[in-house]
């Protein structure tokens, strides 16, 4: 059974930093593509970045510029780097696989951008 746990989500003004940790077990962390969702209240759940076994990344084009994923296969844990954060960068964030079929969910963690 794979587990997920993510943290390090907050409250932060715009323009703010966050770093994002999720913490993988239960898999061979390194064979698996790894991505970050978010879900703001009301929306459907939306893919934010991912990052290959290649160390290749993408990212939705809203955040490009401003985030960075990064992965430690040694500790299994994948990151995000959250820069210049906005208002509507609001949601609860979550990690699995790039693709289907996805793990179980985990919790989350809810990052609040406001003023």
């Known amino acids: 059974q794979v587990q997920l746990v993510e943290s390090g989500g907050g409250l932060v003004q715009p323009g703010g930093s966050l770093r994002l940790s999720c913490a993988v077990s239960?898999?061979?962390?390194?064979?698996?593509?790894m991505a970050w969702y978010r879900q703001a209240p009301g929306k459907q759940r939306e893919l934010v970045a991912a990052?290959?076994?290649?160390?290749?990344?993408n990212y939705a084009d809203s955040v490009k510029g401003r985030f960075t994923i990064s992965r430690d296969n040694a500790r299994e844990t994948v990151y995000l780097q959250m820069n210049s954060l906005k208002i509507e960068d609001t949601a609860v964030y979550y990690c699995?696989?790039?693709?289907?079929?996805?793990?179980?969910w985990g919790q989350g963690t809810q990052v609040t951008v406001s003023s």
């Open positions: 699995n696989t790039n693709r289907s079929p996805f793990w179980s």
């Open positions: 990052i290959f076994r290649t160390g290749r990344t």
């Open positions: 239960g898999s061979i962390f390194s064979n698996f593509a």
